[in-house]
Nanobody
Framework: QVQLVESGGGLVQAGGSLRLSCAAS????????MAWFRQAPGKEREFVAANSWSGYNAYIGHLAKSMEGRFTISRDNGKNTLYLQMNSLNSEDTAVYYC??????????????????WGQGTQVTVSS
């Protein structure tokens, strides 16, 4: 079993920044594919970013197109924690942000059905 706990959400003005954290339990964090999704009011949950083990002593990060240049995904295996640094936030980024884990690993994990474990979510609200 893997437990995920997100934190770092809150209210921020447009143009501001937030860093979300996802603390994970379990011994498979370093080889798990980890991701962030978000769900805005009245919309379906969408992919934000993923971070996966490349097998060559490196991790690969993937971002949704609309987040490129503004968001950065990273992890600290020593702390079993996944991060999402969000800059230049705008009102369209307002959503509940969820952390997800796939202990089987692998790259190109863009769909929520590919993830087995989910956190409870953290609210991000961007005021204009």
């Amino acid at each position: 079993q893997v437990q995920l706990v997100e934190s770092g959400g809150g209210l921020v003005q447009a143009g501001g920044s937030l860093r979300l954290s996802c603390a994970a339990s379990g011994r498979t964090f370093s080889t798990s594919t980890m991701a962030w999704f978000r769900q805005a009011p009245g919309k379906e949950r969408e992919f934000v970013a993923a971070n996966s083990w490349s097998g060559y002593n490196a991790y690969i990060g993937h971002l949704a197109k609309s987040m490129e240049g503004r968001f950065t995904i990273s992890r600290d295996n020593g702390k079993n924690t996944l991060y999402l640094q969000m800059n230049s936030l705008n009102s369209e980024d307002t959503a509940v942000y969820y952390c997800a884990a796939d202990p089987r690993g692998g790259t190109s994990r863009y769909y929520e059905t590919e993830y087995d474990y989910w956190g409870q979510g953290t609210q991000v609200t961007v005021s204009s």
